[in-house]
């Protein structure tokens, strides 16, 4: 129970930080973007950047940890499929050779029977 009420005060607690920075970006963006207040909206980012410098540099380290393991992921995702391609087009090369050689058997048993026909025949 007292987790539950934790867990909830936590939700709660994050939801409105999470409405405080949005209105805030959003705040400060419309200032820059229509020159109000310009001076202080960039000592606000320059302050902020400061003061969240190693929650920062964390986030873009984890962010470009991210985008190289989403790198590999892809790159390992097309060596499998070119993996599973080679193994398919050997196997239909096997079969087909398997296909060609059973077929090569059954003309040379016709060929041999047709001799032993004629061996007949002329004898």
Partial sequence: MVEEIGMDFCKFFFKKRLMYLNDLFRTLAWNLINDVNTKETEALINKY???????????????????????????????DKRIKFENYKKE???????????????????????LFVLHIYNN
């Avoid at 929650?55 to 790159?75: M, P, V």
């Fill in 49 to 79: 950047v400061s003061e969240n410098k190693e929650t920062i540099a964390n986030n873009k380290r984890k962010q470009d940890e991210e985008a190289k393991w989403a790198s590999y992921t892809s790159e390992r995702e097309k060596l």
């Fill in 92 to 114: 239909l090369d096997e079969e087909k050779k398997r296909k060609e050689k059973e077929q090569a058997e059954i003309i040379e048993e016709l060929v041999q029977y047709l």
